[in-house]
């Protein structure tokens, strides 16, 4: 994304954001009082607010430079997501069998990291495409490949393996890692009160997530 920074939002003011997943369903409401729902949107969306993250001027001080230096909501930026940052259970470390990307066909050199969302019904796939440097784990048929034997596009959430370890035929591709979201601001105004933050108020900081 040429309209995208590849820098993280101050981490001690995201880390006290809220926010989370918001979906789009049309509901119709037929004649015999039954239902029709339809999803209107693929993918979900998450929406954040990172005002309640801000406790003091020097955070406000450094949330008012972040957003003049991304010119409001033109320029993403990556966020980090304290309820769902890694391809495990909340508290456990990233490892190389956690997600499942794909089958190997022995051609297939590049799998996009995704990561899946239930499983009992219907499992959501959600594309990840913002991973953290350094924390990409890969396995296929579930043994551990080393650094050397694979590249990660950061930017992208590509992972390529190199030509001598591309997966063979039916063997399962999986991986680890921990993400960002990519968003933007939602607002081209910041709107802050000086006597009412110093009182306590929170100031409104609304961010979006961007869909790759």
């Not at 101050?10 to 979906?23: A, I, K, Y």
Request: aromatic residues 10%; contains cysteine.
């Amino acid at each position: 994304m040429s309209d995208f920074h590849e820098i993280r939002f101050p981490l001690d003011v995201s880390l006290h954001g809220r926010g989370g997943p918001e979906r789009r369903t049309e509901i119709v409401t037929l004649g015999s009082n039954r239902e029709s729902r339809n999803a209107r949107w693929a993918h979900s969306r998450r929406r954040y607010e990172a005002g309640y993250g801000v406790k003091n001027l020097a955070q406000l001080a450094q949330v008012i430079e972040f957003f003049e230096e991304r010119r409001g909501r033109l320029y993403g930026f990556r966020w980090r997501d304290r309820a769902d940052f890694a391809s495990c259970a909340p508290g456990a470390t990233p490892a190389p069998t956690d997600q499942t990307l794909g089958k190997g066909d022995g051609v297939r050199a590049a799998f996009q990291l995704v990561k899946a969302y239930g499983g009992a019904f219907t499992a959501y796939v959600r594309v990840i495409a913002k991973p953290v440097s350094g924390t990409v784990r890969m396995a296929v048929n579930g043994v551990e490949k080393t650094a050397t034997q694979f590249s990660v596009d950061a930017t992208t959430g590509v992972v390529t393996f190199a030509t001598d370890h591309i997966p063979p035929p039916g063997a399962s591709v999986t991986a680890g890692y921990r993400f960002d979201v990519p968003v933007r601001f939602d607002t081209d105004f910041l709107e802050i009160d000086m006597q009412a933050f110093e009182a306590g108020a929170i100031p409104k900081i609304p961010l979006i997530e961007i869909i790759p």
